[in-house]
C-alpha cells in the first residue's frame, strides 16, 4: 500500500468534493472514511485510477452520510410534532372513498367498476362475472374511467345510489366468492346506515345480515356447499335474522320501496320458516315480482323461476324459465333443478354436468358434480 500516494491525493479529493457543494467538514469525513476503504481493498485490487476511485467512494459517503442525517432531523420532526400518548379517535375514510370514486363524471356502472377495482380489492375477473360480461369488457370499462377521472378533482361525491350498488356487489363477492369481504361490507353499510336517514340504506343493510346470519350453514365441515333446504337452521344467527327483520321493517313501514328492500323480504321470509316445506313460496313470487318490475333484471327473472317452481309446481318454473336466455349464469342449474322436481332425471343430471362445467367457485362446481352423480346412481339400469 503507497501511503505516500493516499496522502498526497486527500487535499485534491478534498478539493473535489467541496466544489461539489459538500459542507468542509462532512466531505473531510468523507475522504477519510474514504482513505480507510482503500487501505482495506486496494492490496488485493488496486485500482487503475487511485484518484477517480478515491473521489467516488468519498463522494458516495458524503451522500449517504446526508441522506442519514437529513432521515434522522425528519424522524426528530415528526417526534416532536406527535400528541402526547393516549387515546385518540379512530378515523376510516374508506366509505369516503366510495363516495368520492363514485364520481358525478362516470356513469353509474362505470363508477361501481372503478370503486370495486381501486377500493373494494376485487379483481377485473371478479367484477366482470358480477356485471355478467366478458372480462376484456370490463377492463376496458376500467380503463376509461381511469382516463376519464384522471384529470378531475375528487371534491365532488356520487351519489348514494352508485355507492350501495358498491357495497352491495363486494358484499356478493364476499359471501359468494373468493375473497372475504362480507364483513367489510356491512362494517361500511352499517355506518352509511348510521350517517344518513335513506331506506335503501337500511333495505341493503337487513338484506347483508340475513344472508350473513346463515352463512355458517352454508358449508359443511369439508367445504361443500349444502343448499338452503339442507341447511341446519339450529346453524342460523338468530340475533342477527332479528336485527335484520327489525331493521327491513322500519325500511318497509317508509313507503318508499327499493330493490334491497325487496330483496331483504325475500331473504327474511326464507329465515323465518322453520322448515323449508314451511316456507311462504307464493309470497316469494310476489316479492320478486316487485323485484322484476322495479330493475328488470335477468337474473331475478331466473330466481323467480325457481320460486315459481316451488309455489305453482316444476312445469310452471320451466315455463317461466323458458323465456329466459340460457346463456345465463345459474340457468342450467336452476333447469337441473326443475327437471329433477319433474321426476327427468336423465335430463337433470345431463343439465348438471353441464352446470357444473360453467360453475364459477370451484366449491359450486363440485356440488353441482355431486349432484349429476347422485342422479346418475339412481337412473335404472
Known sequence: M????LRSLTPSVLGILVRRGADFTAAEDAVQDALLEAVRVWPADPPRDAKGWLVT?????????????????RREDRADEEPAPGSAPAVDDTLQLYFLCAHPSLTPSSAVA???????????????????VPEATMAQRISRAKRTVSGVRFDRPGDVATVLRVLYLVFNEGYSGDVDL???????????????????????????LLHHA?????????????PLAEQDRGRWDTE??????????????????????????VAALHADAPTPEETDWVQIVEWYDELVRLTGSPVVRLNRAVAVGEA????AGLAALAALDASLPRHAAVAAHLHERDGDLATAARLYA???????????????MLQAARLHSRRPR
Open 240 to 265: 342477527a335474522i332479528a336485527e335484520g327483520v327489525a331493521i327491513l321493517q322500519a325500511a318497509l313501514a317508509r313507503d318508499r320501496l327499493g330493490e334491497f328492500q325487496a330483496q331483504a323480504a
Open 182 to 208: 362480507a364483513a367489510e361490507a356491512i362494517r361500511l353499510t352499517r355506518q352509511l346506515a348510521a350517517a344518513i336517514d335513506h331506506p335503501e340504506v337500511k333495505g341493503l343493510l337487513a338484506l347483508m
Open 114 to 132: 372503478l370503486t370495486l377495482r381501486a377500493v373494494g380489492g376485487l379483481t377485473t375477473r371478479q367484477i366482470a362475472r358480477a356485471y355478467l
Open 354 to 368: 353441464e352446470a357444473a362445467h360453467k360453475a364459477p367457485t370451484l366449491a359450486e362446481r363440485d356440488h353441482l
Open 214 to 226: 346463515r352463512r355458517a350453514a352454508r358449508t359443511s365441515p369439508d367445504g361443500t356447499l349444502v
Open 57 to 73: 467512494v468519498a463522494w458516495r459517503r458524503f451522500l449517504d452520510s446526508t441522506r442519514s442525517d437529513a432521515a434522522r432531523r
Open 312 to 315: 305453482d309446481g316444476p312445469r
Open 2 to 5: 503507497n501511503e505516500a500516494l
